[in-house]
């Protein structure tokens, strides 16, 4: 069985993960789409947390039946792997998107110095 006060702990540290991801939408630090999935996150945790029977369950499904928090953990990593692997592809979309703009502005920058200008539609 979950120890209370490990449960109590990860419900305070998943709950303030929660209001962090929520003040930094409303101080538009960080876009809704790109929340999600820490919201995501910290409800998961939250819910396992809270949930002490479901998160034994879950660690006997696994063979963690010596300490069921550990789950906790292995969860957390995992959603925290999800969501690095999410954003290296917008890093990697953005990167692509940084390179062609570059290469654009290089053409037009040169054509500007050879005095040609693109012909009027």
Known sequence: MTPLP???AA???SFLLLLIVFELIRSRRLRERYALLWLLTGAVLLALSVWRGGLNTIASWFGVETYPPAILGAVGALFILV???HYSTV???LSDQNTILAQR????EQQQREGVT???R
């Open 6 to 8: 490990v449960s109590i």
């Open 11 to 13: 419900a305070v540290a």
């Open 83 to 85: 969501v690095l692997l």
């Open 91 to 93: 890093i990697s979309r």
């Open 105 to 108: 502005l290089a053409l037009l």
């Open 118 to 120: 693109e012909p009027s």
